[in-house]
């Protein structure tokens, strides 16, 4: 019934190893013969675009990263590069694409379809959860999940030792992530770009509360914000005269074994983006909105601005103190 590759490009997430296996599983399930494009575009101009079989997608179901591998493209804004990753791609005969990335990465195939007909469904693959139209990213719940303990045994070091940590997430403009992991660990500040705050509007707050025996404070922070978070640390010593400490949490973020969460919405998301192929829809990204799949064009997703969930936002901002 033909050939029908999968790729991951940009940012690797725990979930993109389930996919792959799904991808394989149900590509053969529906008579297609399934490949597996080796480090993303870059895999593409270079032709490491390989047959699948189960085998190569045995045991890596509960492994983060990606099997497969996923980069990032300079060649691939080249014209000449998107030609040569066409000619590769027509030598196999494979005509259709499942892309595991971000926006940018939707972007890219998008021009790709238009230059050269080669269809694609993209799944939204990044832990910031920043692509517009849909409520969710494959990776994200991991990903809280990472955080959620590394906040539960950072608070066990602060209260024992009296002391305020500030602990940054990852998320790049979007505060999705602090967000969620501010208000499911019980943080006394979560900070996020989309919010507006003044410390000083918690100062008398923090004071008091000292007095009356806390032992510790944990602070959520976003990497988005105006301050640094070694500025919020110094804050919490100097007006609130607590020693403080600040953690950044970094890559672990990415990694880790997939949820269940993921692990299924990867078999949701990689079900769809075959079924949409295979009933022509060729340039579609799959998103997950009202508790349901759908697909969605590349200029409802990647040219608009994204929003965090007004009633999420709520959440923070209805405990958001000013001066
Ligand atoms: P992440 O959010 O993890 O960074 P992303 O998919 O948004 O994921 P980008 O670095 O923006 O990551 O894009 C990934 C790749 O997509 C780029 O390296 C490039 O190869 C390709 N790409 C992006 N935009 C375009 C474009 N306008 N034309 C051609 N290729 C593009």
Redesign the pocket.
């Known amino acids: 019934m033909g050939n029908i590759a999968i790729l991951c490009?940009?940012?690797d997430v725990s979930g993109m190893n389930p996919a792959i296996k799904h991808f394989v599983e149900y590509a053969k399930a529906k008579g297609l013969s399934p490949f597996l494009v080796y480090d993303?575009?870059e895999g593409l101009i270079d032709n490491k675009i390989v047959p699948a079989s189960y085998k190569d997608v045995s045991g890596i179901i509960n492994r983060g990263g990606t099997k497969i591998g996923s980069?990032?493209?300079?060649?691939?804004?080249e014209a000449r590069y998107?030609q040569q990753a066409k000619d590769n791609l027509e030598a196999l005969q494979i005509d259709k694409l499942v892309v595991l990335?971000?926006?940018?990465?939707?972007?890219?195939m998008a021009?790709?379809y238009e230059e050269h007909g080669i269809a694609f469904a993209g799944v939204p693959?990044?832990i910031?959860n920043d692509i517009v139209g849909t409520d969710y990213c494959l990776g994200v719940d991991t990903a809280l999940n990472i955080i959620r303990v590394s906040l539960d045994a950072i608070r066990d070091t602060a209260s024992s030792f009296k002391r305020a940590f500030v602990v940054e997430t990852m998320g790049r403009d979007c505060g999705y992530l602090a967000l969620v992991s501010g208000l499911t660990s019980g943080a006394e500040l979560t900070l996020i770009p989309e919010i507006a705050y003044d410390l000083c509007g918690y100062k008398e707050k923090f004071k008091k509360e000292l007095l009356e025996g806390r032992r510790y404070f944990l602070a959520v922070v976003s990497e988005g914000i105006k301050q640094s978070s070694q500025e919020i640390a110094t804050w919490f010593e100097e007006e609130i005269g607590v020693e403080s400490r600040v953690s950044v949490l970094g890559h672990i973020q990415r990694g880790g074994n997939p949820t269940s969460r993921d692990r299924l919405m990867a078999y949701r998301f990689v079900h769809f983006a075959i079924d949409g192929l295979l009933s022509g829809e060729n340039d579609k990204i799959c998103c997950f909105s009202d508790s349901q799949l759908n697909y969605k064009s590349i200029a409802d997703v990647a040219h608009k601005e994204h929003h965090i969930e007004p009633a999420l936002m709520e959440l923070v901002e209805s405990t958001t103190l000013h001066c």
Do not use: L, N, P
Request: proline letters at 0%.
């Open positions: 490009s940009g940012g993303g575009f980069a990032r493209s300079e060649r691939f804004h998107r990335g971000g926006d940018g990465s939707f972007r890219g021009k790709f693959s990044t910031d």
